[in-house]
């Protein structure tokens, strides 16, 4: 199986490769692409969603969890 891009420049195009995949003979993906969520917003999104924590409290909790699978 082979992956290509195709910029469809007319409609009747379109239509051709509809056929195709009717044959099953090729298969349409949709790959419109999609808005990619920047870094800044996730920060800004998850901004105070963890509170702070000393390296001790953390290797604390790491020990806790994993004593639990013991």
């Known amino acids: 199986m082979q992956t290509v891009t195709l910029d469809i420049l007319d409609d009747n195009a379109l239509s051709l490769l509809k056929n195709l995949e009717a044959l099953k003979i090729i298969r ?25 924590q000393s390296l001790e409290e953390i290797n604390k909790q790491l020990k806790e969890l994993r004593d639990e699978w013991d």
């Not at 349409?28 to 702070?52: C, F, R």
Request: glycine share 4%; hydrophobic share 30%.
């Open 28 to 52: 349409i993906q949709d790959n419109e692409e999609k808005p990619k969520a920047s870094k800044t917003n996730l920060a800004a999104k998850y901004s105070g969603a963890m509170t702070k």
